[in-house]
């Protein structure tokens, strides 16, 4: 009864927290130029930006299963499939929480225990991380003129950044502070390794670096590989086909695109279920920088995510009721 109050409760939270800063966002919209913008976007873009995200999806399935073979697993590739869309839809109420119930489906469906497939997800977690941090370098790469620009054309911005890097009492702080920490830690080492945060932090690392030597151990980490790559640019391109809808944004290039995918991908995030209003907000601002107004932004914004939303929930529905009808068929065939 507790654990199911506590979920509710986080629920409702997480859910709040989303709404109230998707009002923030579209709260303060021009309500008619909103909808006219929605009214002429060319949906058949929006419809191939689902059938990237679907691909993504079965590739992620493939995926997990490289990850769960070498354990002396064969799972089926469409219960795979269920897995993780059901967990999309168990993220989208409470977050960070789909990993969970993901390995509990799988673990229900093919037998296999829920411990060894968590470590699988870990793993899995490493290296999207890895991939969002190739796609940021990227951006960094190609797009520093751009940021740089903007700087030059916004004095205020300019202004603070070079009274900030000039400030005297600021960098001597910073010193102070950099010394004391040094030496603390070097005071402190062993009473500091036995705080909780410490090995927190030291086990993450650990995770990091086993997720990274199972993969090296793979007999398929090519295939692992393509399929990471694969996701991440199906990602990437659900969001560059939509710029195609709308008149605003269809001339923006693959680049632009890419920085629009990076910043809204951060604020997949935060606990917000699904992204709701962060997601947003991350967009629009981003789409700002390369001249698109904040109405036509929000626009994007709001076709792009509310899209993909109601793919997932329905691709999950489904998934929960095909799971135990499908796996009834391979039971009754193996007889």
């Known amino acids: 009864m507790k654990k199911r109050l506590k979920n509710i409760i986080k629920i409702i939270l997480f859910f709040s927290v989303g709404a109230g800063i998707f009002w923030f966002v579209y709260g303060k919209q021009d309500t008619d130029e909103l909808k006219n913008a929605l009214i002429n976007a060319d949906y058949f873009w929006i419809a191939v930006s689902l059938i990237l995200g679907i691909l993504s999806h079965i590739s ?9 073979y070498p354990l002396g697993y064969k799972p089926k590739t469409v219960n795979s499939f269920f897995s993780v869309m059901i967990m999309y839809l168990s993220n989208m109420a409470i977050p960070r929480s ?5 390995c509990g489906v799988m673990s229900k469906a093919e037998n296999i225990p829920v411990s060894k497939l968590l470590g699988t997800v870990v793993t899995e977690r490493i290296i999207d991380f890895i991939m969002l941090f190739i796609f940021l370098a990227i951006v960094l790469f190609t797009q520093m003129n751009t940021v740089i620009d903007i700087i030059n054309k916004n004095p205020g911005i300019k202004n603070n950044i070079n009274r900030l890097l000039s400030s005297v009492p600021v960098m001597l702080i910073l010193g102070v502070i950099i010394i004391i920490l040094i030496f603390l830690s070097y005071k402190y080492k ?3 390794k036995e705080k909780k945060i410490y090995k927190k932090i030291k086990n993450i690392l650990k995770g990091f670096a086993d997720g990274i030597k199972s993969i090296m151990k793979m007999e398929r980490r090519f295939e692992f590989i393509l399929h990471s790559v694969f996701i991440w640019v199906m ?21 632009a695109g890419l ?14 279920p699904g992204g709701m209003g962060t997601w947003h907000f991350m967009a629009i601002r981003t789409l700002m920088i390369y001249g698109v107004s904040e109405t ?3 626009a994007f914004a709001f076709a792009s995510h509310e899209s993909m939303t109601l793919m997932m929930i329905t691709a999950g529905v489904l998934s929960i009721i095909l799971l135990p009808v499908v796996n009834r068929n391979y039971k009754t065939s193996e007889k």
């Open 60 to 68: 992620r399935a493939v995926r997990w299963n490289l990850l769960i």
């Open 98 to 102: 789909g990993e969970i119930v993901r």
């Open 190 to 192: 062993e009473s500091v």
């Open 235 to 255: 990602y990437f391109l659900m969001i560059y086909v939509v710029f195609k809808s709308f008149s605003f944004t269809e001339h923006l290039s693959l680049s």
């Open 259 to 272: 920085t629009v995918f990076v910043m809204s991908a951060f604020g997949m995030v935060a606990p917000s």
């Open 296 to 298: 036509d932004a929000a």
